[in-house]
């Protein structure tokens, strides 16, 4: 696909020699970046390529924006993002290397007796043009919209765009509980009974949140690994174009046959299982007016 970017290729397995401990591979590196993607496989990846090289891996989060303007000014060697670079300066200094695949994912409180959602309602919560529960087969109940702010976000620009086709303009969405990154507004969701909020499947499974299906589909990895499920992402580890050597063997090892099997095993959609689909975004670098 056009501007895609793989440092490895489907299929081909890293040589396991190149990531193995020595005494000069010994170091702590710094990730930034997406909170989806630090809860869903990051740190599982990072506890193993450890035990594998001595190298620490120290993780924060900050955001998809983070993720890659860390990256590029030199505040984190490497990050994570849940959406594409942007033009400008991501685009011309940052890599995207995809290792696996998310969506979005609307979450409601596990006492919440409704099961499901269409596209349409989604829309029509966010607008807030649906306010009650019981538009929705739930209780008379006002519902808290949580989102994510601001637009260049990555659950706000995926959504935005996958949701509304409209990647700006955080008017589009009514009143909420607005937050800056996806931990907080999952955990919030964890706490309000009638709070409802989209975020990324692969990081809301391990939250005590219930995910609904949209337009009768449940968010399976089997159903976004088909394309079934609809709102279907890329996610990102982000590097310099001139990567350090061990940040190199960590994105190497991300994208082995091993570290595959850990973002599977952690609930992901890795590549070999979403190989069918194609990137909603017709590639990893995109115009958006800012």
């Not at 496989?41 to 090289?53: D, H, I, N, P, Q």
């Not at 609307?106 to 807030?128: C, K, M, T, W």
């Not at 589909?217 to 992402?233: G, Q």
């Not at 599977?264 to 590549?271: H, S």
């Amino acid at each position: 696909m056009p501007g895609i970017i793989r440092l490895v290729a489907l299929g081909v397995v890293v040589a396991t020699t190149q990531i193995m401990a020595s005494p000069a591979s010994a170091a702590t590196l710094q990730w930034g970046g997406c909170g989806i993607t630090k809860k869903a496989f990051m740190s599982a990846l990072a506890e193993r390529f450890e035990a594998k090289t001595g190298t620490e891996i120290e993780i924060q989060g900050g955001g998809a924006t983070f993720g890659v303007r860390g990256v590029k000014e030199g505040e984190i060697d490497l990050g994570g993002s849940c959406r594409p670079a942007v033009a400008g300066d991501e685009r011309e200094d940052v890599q995207m290397v995809q290792v696996a695949w998310d969506a979005l994912v609307a979450i409601v409180h596990p006492s919440n007796p409704v099961d499901e959602i269409s596209s349409e309602e989604l829309q029509q919560v966010f607008r807030g043009e649906i306010t009650n529960w019981k538009e929705l087969g739930g209780p008379d109940k006002f519902i808290i919209v949580g989102y994510r702010s601001p637009p260049l976000s990555g659950v706000g620009y995926a959504f935005r765009e996958l949701g509304f086709r409209k990647t700006t303009g955080s008017g589009d969405f009514t009143q909420g509980l607005a937050r800056q990154s996806s931990g907080p507004l999952e955990t919030a969701v964890e706490k309000l009974p009638d709070a409802m909020a989209v975020t990324g499947v692969s990081s809301a499974k391990k939250r005590e949140v219930k995910l609904l299906a949209l337009d009768g589909v449940k968010p399976t990895p089997e159903n976004i690994a088909s394309a079934e499920y609809p709102l279907y992402r890329p996610l990102y580890l982000t590097v310099s174009k001139d990567p350090k050597p061990v940040v190199q063997r960590f994105v190497d090892f991300a994208l082995s046959a091993e570290g595959q099997r850990i973002i599977a095993d952690e609930g992901t959609v890795n590549l070999e299982m979403g190989e069918a689909i194609d990137n909603p975004w017709g590639g990893d670098y995109v115009e958006v007016a800012q």
